[in-house]
Structures are given as structure tokens and as C-alpha cells.
């Protein structure tokens, strides 16, 4: 799987919503158990977060689309 981040052409499908959902729910598991001094990698894991969920939202938004247009 390309890297949006990374790679301009690089394209999202619901195929891979299981792997960016896991993805988000571990880094949110990781930001539970942070302790209170670890602010930069609380920084890096928030953003990490934040971007693994855009693109889930943005995998169910298209396929919601996409079931609307077909019906």
C-alpha cells in the first residue's frame, strides 16, 4: 500500500479500509497508555491518528457515493 503522505498518485479503496481502520485504533490505544511527559510522541502519534482516520472517512465517504450513484 502506497503512503498519501508520501506518494501523490498513491489511492485509497475500501479494500484497504480494514488496515487504516486497525491502524487507527491502535495509535489511539497507544495515545491512551502515553504517560503525561511524553508530549512529542504524543504529537507524532495524535497526527498519526488524525490522518489514519481522515482516510477512513474519506474510504466510506466515496463508497457511500458510489452506493448512491449505482442505486
Same mark, same amino acid.
Given at each position: 500500500m502506497?503512503?498519501?503522505a508520501r506518494c501523490p498518485q498513491a489511492t485509497h479503496h475500501p479494500c484497504h479500509r480494514? &488496515?487504516?481502520a486497525e491502524h487507527?485504533?491502535?495509535t489511539k490505544i497507544s495515545l491512551g497508555q502515553l504517560g503525561?511527559?511524553?508530549k512529542t510522541e504524543r504529537t507524532?502519534?495524535?497526527a498519526d491518528y488524525e490522518r489514519a482516520f481522515r482516510i477512513v472517512a474519506e474510504i466510506d465517504a466515496a463508497g457511500t457515493? &458510489?452506493?448512491e450513484e449505482s442505486a
Open positions: 502506497r503512503d498519501s480494514p &488496515v487504516w487507527a485504533e491502535q503525561t511527559t511524553r507524532r502519534l495524535q457515493t &458510489v452506493t
